[in-house]
């Protein structure tokens, strides 16, 4: 695969800075929450709130662009997240957030979907697992940059500053998407389109469709709780760190190593070595199985560095589940908008649950390090529903002609 820098620039640097714009973003409010007196609960239901409606609305705007060019929704998710960045600045109680982060919300359907979309389509770029690889680790160097700048910058003096820099990053992100017209048209409106099958050779031999639609709902499910886990780590835990005394800097290394390690899982599972893993379930059980190892020992523990080993293979899970779910939901689909607008409402509702229950649990006798223990449960309920599913298909399967 060769990319022009300009196509590199245009088509995924645009990820990257909206995912570093959102998580400063959400990793700032977190902190200043703390700097007014609110509660954990209170931030659990802020962001269920804003998760909520990025779910409710990712399959709908997920259609419609299918429907409508996909710059033009990207354009507006873009002003939408400048505008609620500029608005923060001038919250100074629990309503005004709650008056500001709808529209967060409603800025992410708008976008994920679009974009994964937009992605999927863009022909003479490389197979797609090789774009789906970009794609994730751009956004993975975005969300890892973010939670560190906004705790770097973050000072009770001065609460804002992250908030300026994401509203910043919005504006970045709209200029380079606008100059994805000069780098090269836009392929959804290109006459001589080919078909994706056409397009690009198979990777793997794949197997019956029955097969593929289990293995398609067993990675949502991975996905979905590795992203109720996420909640916690990125919505929720600057704030209860923050509250156990930990420095803001220290959350923001430990997001760097689960970024970074994130990001490198990322380039690993973008080579064609990875095919072989794919449509196989112990490679997905044994990272959830040391995902649940990794949220007992941040929950029972207080040592740094074995804090930072945990997230770091926490990294690599949420790398496999979010790969193998994006990948086995775009792959030669033609509704590349409602797939991907699936995919985002499924963790949609993850990233809602996670917050809204480890709020609660924190503020709870169970005490601030409870919702990570809450995240090792939430994984081992996933895995036996996921064994579940295998059982049900292998049924069907044996009952088949």
């Known amino acids: 695969m060769r990319l022009k820098p300009l196509q590199l620039l245009t088509v995924y640097v645009p990820v990257l800075l909206l995912d570093f714009a959102l998580s400063s973003i959400l990793t700032n409010t977190s902190f200043y929450t703390s700097h007014l007196g609110l509660s954990s609960t209170f931030l659990g239901i802020l962001m269920a709130i804003t998760n909520g409606i990025f779910a409710l609305l990712a399959i709908p705007c997920g259609r419609l662009s299918d429907r409508v060019e996909r710059r033009y929704i990207l354009y507006a998710a873009c002003l939408m997240l400048g505008a609620a960045c500029i608005g923060l600045t001038f919250c100074r109680n629990s309503g005004h957030l ?109 197997p019956p469709p029955p097969v593929r639609a289990t293995y398609l709902h067993l990675a949502r499910c991975a996905n979905f709780v590795s992203w109720f886990a996420l909640g916690v780590l990125r919505r929720l835990a600057p704030k209860l760190m923050l509250e156990m005394g930990i420095r803001p800097a220290i959350y923001g290394n430990l997001m760097l190593v689960l970024g970074g390690v994130q990001t490198v899982a990322f380039l690993v599972l973008g080579t064609g070595y990875s095919t072989r893993w794919h449509y196989q379930f112990t490679p997905l059980l044994i990272v959830q199985l040391l995902a649940i190892l990794s949220f007992l020992a941040i929950g029972l523990t207080q040592h740094t560095i074995l804090w930072a080993f945990a997230f770091a293979v926490i990294g690599v899970s949420v790398a496999f589940t979010y790969f193998s779910s994006l990948y086995y939901g775009l792959d030669r689909h033609v509704d590349k908008g409602n797939k991907s607008g699936w995919h985002e409402a499924i963790l949609g509702v993850g990233i809602m649950l996670g917050p809204f229950l480890g709020g609660i649990s924190a503020d709870s006798a169970l005490g601030v390090q409870s919702p990570y223990l809450l995240c090792a449960v939430a994984v081992l309920i996933a895995i036996l529903i996921e064994i579940l599913i295998l059982l049900k298909n292998s049924q069907r399967q044996a009952h088949s002609p």
């Not at 979907?113 to 993975?140: D, H, T």
């Open 98 to 206: 709650l008056s500001v982060f709808p529209g967060i919300g409603i800025s992410m359907a708008l976008f994920w979907p679009a974009y994964e979309a937009w992605l999927a389509e863009r022909e003479g770029e490389g197979e797609l697992i090789q774009r789906i690889m970009l794609f994730n680790l751009f956004w993975s160097i975005g969300m890892t940059l973010g939670p560190a700048f906004s705790s770097y910058l973050y000072a009770a003096v001065n609460p804002f500053r992250p908030f300026y820099l994401g509203g910043g990053a919005c504006l970045l992100t709209l200029l380079t998407i606008y100059a994805s017209r000069i780098a090269q048209s836009d392929p959804s409106h290109s006459t001589d389109q080919t078909d994706a099958s056409d397009a690009e050779p198979p990777e793997i031999l794949y």
